[in-house]
């Protein structure tokens, strides 16, 4: 799957938005990708995911991961695709960590799965949980990289849509300067 098609997947779904929004890592944005708009459709996050198994298709993946809760749906699919297990990691008391009683064995190939990268925050710290557990990081898979491919996460990390989006600090966005009122879209607080 070529950005192109990813790209035209999420406009078709209606995931590109633009306008004034307050991001996960407390950064403005004129744009925001609303990944449930396309991960609602079993047959296009197959797509996607069918995608990120190619793009790791010569890696030895043991264990599929991702974040709660769009890396829940982008694991298991993408699993499904190297016939191997999917996981999640989620937060308890504001730190990443793995339970429900999923495991990770010493040596096991990891892939990361995220939905959205920013900052990589959250991958990172699914990272830090798989290697405390003896996990070895194959790789990263990303649907949407907005940082325009700068996050290095210290192993192989392949977006299916990489998009160089300007983020601002509350302080120096000109959204904010316009007036415009600030959207907080997702889940998680801020």
Known sequence: ??????????VKHGAL???????????????????????????????????????FKDEK???????VTGGIILAHETAKHFGTRAIFAERDNG??????GFEIKPGER?????????TGGSVMEVIEVVKEMGGVIAGVAILVDRSGGTVDFGAPAKAMLTL?????SPEDCPYCKQGLPLV?????KV
């Open 1 to 10: 799957m070529t950005e192109a098609q990813v790209k035209e997947l999420l």
């Open 17 to 55: 938005l633009e306008g004034h929004f307050l991001l996960t890592s407390g950064l403005h944005s004129g744009h925001y990708v609303e990944k449930f708009q396309v991960l609602q459709y079993p047959k296009a996050t197959e797509e996607l995911c069918a995608g990120f198994a190619e793009k």
């Open 61 to 67: 993946i043991d264990v599929v991961i991702g974040p």
């Open 95 to 100: 730190k990443m960590t793995i339970k429900r």
């Open 110 to 118: 990891v892939l990361v799965v995220e939905d959205i990268v920013t």
């Open 164 to 168: 160089n989006i300007q983020n601002y």
């Open 184 to 188: 907080k879209r997702g889940s998680r």
